[in-house]
C-alpha cells in the first residue's frame, strides 16, 4: 500500500506580522516546516507534496528539490488546499495522509500510528484526536450516543453546549486516496467563504461510512505556530524534548531550561551541559566533556573529555582532553590536537595547534600551523593579512614563543627556536635559535 503525503502550507501567518512566511520562522535552527517534513517521511517513501501559497518562492528556495510543490493561488479554505495536490497525487497513491506545516512537534510515530489505523479501517478516513480542556480553538468532535464519530464543528461555529466537548480534533488525517479526491468537489462552501476540510467527516458520516480516531497523549504535540507568543512555546517544548532524550541517552544538564542543543546535535555519554550553553548545527560533541556555562558551539567537532569554558566555537575541530576558556573565540578552520590548552581571551582562525600545544591569554593565532608542545606566550599575535593577501605562520616542535611577540607572516619558526618577550619577528628563525628585538634578529643558537 503507497500512503502519500500532503502538508499544507499556504497560509500567510497574519498574526506573526512577519515579512516572513510562517512556516519559514525558525525553531530550534530549522524552519518551522521541516519538522513536517521529518515526520512525513517516518509514513512515505515518495517527497511530500506541499501545498504554498503566500511567500511560496521564498519557500521553494529554502527547501529546495526535497519536496514536491503545489500551489493554492487564492486561500479557499483547507479541503481547497488539498484539492490543489490532486494532479499530482491522483492514481499515485492507495492513501493519503494530510498534516499542517505549523505543528513542528507532531511526532513521526503519530503519523506512522494514524496511517496504520486506516489501514485497519473499512472507512474512508481516520483523523487524529485528543482530550483536553486547554485547547479551546480547535474543532470539537461530535459522537452519537454509541460513541461514533458524527462531524466535526469548528470552534468559532460550535454552540455553547459543543464548546464544553473536551475531545478535539487535532488536524492530522489519513484518508483512502480514491474516495478524498472524489469527495474534495462536495464540500460545501462556509459563512466564512472557504471549504474547510473538516466537513468531509460529516460527508463520510452521511454515506454510511466509519470515521476512525487515534487518541494523542501528548499534548505538546497539538501545538501550532500562530503567533510569537506560540512560536515561543513550541521552542521550549521541543527543547525540553530534545534535553530529555540526551539525559536518557546518558548527559547531564545541569538546568535543562537553559541548556540550547538543536536536534541536529550528538552527544556523547556522561558529558556536562552547564547552564546557558548553545549547541547548534552539525556539531558533535564526545565523552566526558564539560561545555559551559555561557557557552556557544556551532558546526564544531569536539572528542572526549575536552573542557569548554564560557567560550564561541564555529566551525571548529578539537581532538580529546582539549581545555579552553574563559572567553575564548574559535573561528571556522581552527583544529586543536590532543592536549591542547588555551587561556583566556584567546582567538584561533584557520589554524592547527599541534598536540600538547599551550596557547596564552590575549593571543591570536591565524592562518597558522603550530606543531607539538609549543608555548605561545600571552599577547602574542600572528599578523597574517598584509592589506590584500592572507599569508601562513608556521611554527615547529616544541617552540616558545615569547609573550607579546608579534609573527608578521609569511614566516617560519623552525623547532626548539625562541623568540624573546615583545620581539617583532619578520623574517623565518633558523631552528635551535633565539630571536629577539624589533625587528627580531638571532643572537643565539641552542646546540
Known sequence: MKIASVILAAGQGTRLKSRLPKVLHRLA?????????????????????????HGAEAVRATLGDQVRYVTQAE?????????????????????????????????????????ETQLQNAG?????????????????????????????????????????????????????????WATLPKLPLSPKGEYYLTDVVGL?????????????????????????????DAEAALRRRVNERWMDFGVTFVDPATAYVEPTVQLGRDTIILPNTHLQGSSIVGEECVLGPNTIIRDTTIGNSCHVECSVLEGAVLADEVTMGPFVHL??????????????????????????????HFSYVGDSTIGEHVNIGAGTITCNYDGAKKHRTVIGDNAF?????????PVTIGENARTGAGAVVTKNVPPNSLAVGVPARVIRKFK
Not at 517521511?41 to 504554498?52: D, F, G, H, K, S
Not at 490543489?84 to 497513491?93: G, I, M, R, T, W
Not at 573561528?331 to 599541534?354: D, I, Q, Y
Open 29 to 53: 535552527g530549522q524552519p518551522l516546516v521541516h519538522y513536517a517534513l521529518e515526520a512525513a517521511r517516518a509514513v512515505t517513501e515518495e517527497p511530500p507534496v506541499l501545498v504554498v501559497g
Open 75 to 115: 486561500q479557499l479554505g483547507t479541503g481547497h488546499a488539498v484539492q490543489q495536490a490532486e494532479a499530482v497525487l491522483k492514481a499515485q497513491s492507495d492513501y493519503v495522509l494530510v498534516t499542517y506545516g505549523d505543528m513542528p512537534l507532531l511526532r513521526g510515530e503519530t503519523l506512522r500510528a494514524l496511517a
Open 124 to 180: 474512508p478516513l481516520t483523523l487524529l484526536t485528543i482530550v483536553s480542556l486547554r485547547l479551546r480553538d480547535f474543532g470539537r468532535v461530535l459522537r452519537d450516543e454509541s460513541g461514533s464519530v458524527r462531524g466535526i464543528v469548528e470552534n468559532a461555529q460550535a454552540t455553547p453546549e459543543q464548546k464544553r466537548i473536551a475531545e478535539v480534533n487535532v488536524g492530522a488525517y489519513c484518508f483512502r486516496a480514491g474516495w478524498l
Open 204 to 232: 463520510a458520516v452521511a454515506e454510511g461510512g466509519h470515521v476512525a480516531t487515534m487518541a494523542l497523549e501528548d499534548e505538546a504535540e497539538v501545538l501550532g505556530v500562530n503567533t510569537r507568543a506560540q512560536l515561543a
Open 331 to 360: 573561528r571556522p578552520g581552527a583544529r586543536l590536537e590532543n592536549g591542547v590548552r588555551l587561556g583566556n581571551f584567546g582567538e584561533v582562525k584557520n589554524s592547527t595547534l599541534g598536540p600538547g600545544t599551550h596557547m596564552g
Open 401 to 409: 614563543i615569547g609573550s607579546d611577540t608579534l609573527l608578521v607572516a
